[in-house]
Structure formats: structure tokens, C-alpha cells
């Protein structure tokens, strides 16, 4: 199906196409598969509209977790990747799925709970800390359990608490859900939670799920662009893929990102941190 309308849009725009071409342009479906907290942020509502008027190209957007992402990267069910769950996407990488792998820009992780934090983890700076004490005070933890960037780095604080995942303890809930609804979950349950700092400034309320422990080196949160490889898929268009990772790498496309919610809600949600090859 991928391929059949890949030729049914080749043989669409036919002589449209080729004069765009001649003069650099676009005009192509380009497949995003990007994370959840780019999508809920509103972020892309600022870059898609400027890359598709600079491009000529058409964005669809599929905001999926990490994991989620590289598989349909796998499948070549995507042309580039945005996601943020590094060890995988080197993984990912290195199997020969992607290519031309970039850093773009980062934001950090935050626990945020209940206002009355009965785990007592308020003002910690030591994440695995904050996790270690939840799990002793039996708190309400919610998980996203959806192999997303978010869901690899809470296994990561859990390991460095030198504590198992506890999937199967009663205080313990996996939501299979995006951070959006996961807040939601743990904002109606009185429940603990790691999310993007993003994703919280922007559509959770911080009085009913207040921010409680930040600052850990470990919670830093690196978003990477990459390429799916065309040698894998013959239907990956590369073109507008490359096209897409050039344009948010640019100065341009940066400094939109570093302004991004600093009006609205007092601090960027992204800091631009770009690099050609990391």
C-alpha cells in the first residue's frame, strides 16, 4: 500500500513535481515518526508549517513513543525519525535502519506527583533517590510501559536505584499510553510519574501535579533526527527526509526552537543543541 501511493502521488503531481525539482524544491509526502512530547508541546505546530512552505514538501506526522517510532522505521513505514531514547536509537542505527544521525536540541525529564508527596521526595535532585523512596513508601507510581524514550530512561533510574522494575507490585501501573494521558492518569489517581518537562508545562495543571524532583545530570532529555535508510526500504523518500533533518539543524530552525513557550510559559521547552554528527 506504502508503494502504491507513493506511485499514485509520483504520477499526481507529474509535471509539478518535475518543475520544482528543477529549481530545488519539493513537493513530496514526507512520513514524520516522532515522539509524543514533540507533538503535545505544540512544538511542531511551529516547524511543520515553516519546513512545508520552505520545501514544498507535505508533513504527516505519526507522534508515537520512541520505540514505536524506530520500529516503523524498521518496517519503513517512516522516512525520518525525531525521537529521544538514545541507547535504542544507536541500536537502531548500527543495525543499518538509520542513517545521518544528528542532535537537535534537549530538555530534561522531571518526577512530578501529588501535591501531598507521601514519598517525601520533594526538592531531590538525586532521581534514583526520589525512585528508591517511592518504591519504600509503597506510593502510586505510573508507568507509560510503552517502550518510549521516556519509559527507557524510567527503567534506567530504577536500575541505578539498584531496584527491579516492579511491574507486578500492587503500588505499580503501566499505562500503555503517550505522556499526555499518563498525566492525566496520575493526576486522577494521586499517583507519581517521570515526564518530559515539556509535556508538563504545557498541558498539566501544576497544582494538582506539581514538580517535585529535578536537576539529576541522569534527566537530561537529547532529542536526534535520523534518516531511514533507503537502502533498506525503496519507498523511504530519502530526499525529503535529508531535506527535513538539514532544515532543524539550521540557525533559522533553532533559534525558533529556543524561543519556543518561553513567552507563555516563562522558559523555553526546548533548548536548541544542534550537531551534524553525534
Not at 131 to 143: D, E, L, P, Q, V
Amino acid at each position: 500500500m506504502r508503494l502504491f501511493r507513493r506511485l499514485i502521488t509520483s504520477s499526481l503531481l507529474g509535471l509539478t513535481v518535475l518543475a520544482i525539482a528543477a529549481c530545488g524544491g519539493g513537493n513530496t509526502e514526507l512520513i514524520l515518526a516522532t515522539t509524543t512530547s514533540t507533538d503535545n508541546s505544540g512544538l511542531l505546530d511551529i516547524l511543520i508549517p515553516r519546513y512545508e512552505e520552505q520545501s514544498g514538501d507535505s508533513v504527516k506526522i505519526i507522534p508515537v513513543g520512541s520505540g514505536a517510532a524506530m520500529s516503523m522505521g524498521e518496517r519503513g513505514d517512516a522516512d525520518v525519525l525525531l525521537v529521544h531514547s538514545p541507547a535504542a536509537e544507536l541500536e537502531f542505527v548500527d543495525a543499518g535502519f538509520g542513517i545521518e544521525r544528528a542532535r537537535v536540541m534537549f530538555n530534561d525529564f522531571v518526577i512530578v506527583g501529588p501535591a501531598e508527596d507521601p514519598a517525601g521526595i520533594g526538592h531531590m535532585s538525586d532521581a534514583a533517590g526520589a525512585f528508591a523512596a517511592i518504591k519504600t513508601h509503597g506510593a502510586r507510581f505510573i508507568s507509560r510501559g510503552d517502550d518510549s524514550g521516556t519509559h527507557a530512561k524510567e527503567k534506567i533510574l530504577w536500575d541505578a536505584a539498584g531496584l527491579d522494575v516492579p511491574s507486578t507490585d500492587e503500588w505499580y501501573a503501566e499505562s500503555g499510553q503517550g505522556m499526555a494521558a499518563t498525566l492525566t492518569i496520575a493526576a486522577e489517581t494521586g499517583a507519581y510519574t517521570l515526564t518530559d518537562r515539556a509535556t508538563w508545562l504545557s498541558i498539566s495543571d501544576p497544582e494538582r501535579l506539581p514538580l517535585l524532583a529535578e536537576g539529576d545530570e541522569r534527566l537530561f532529555n537529547f532529542y536526534h533526527v535520523i534518516v531511514v535508510n533507503p537502502d533498506r526500504h525503496d519507498t523511504v523518500n530519502s530526499e525529503a527526509a535529508r531535506r527535513f533533518r538539514a532544515f532543524l539543524l539550521e540557525p533559522a530552525t533553532q533559534g525558533l526552537i529556543g524561543e519556543f513557550g518561553g513567552e507563555l510559559y516563562g522558559q523555553p521547552l526546548f533548548i536548541p543543541y544542534a550537531s551534524d554528527a553525534d
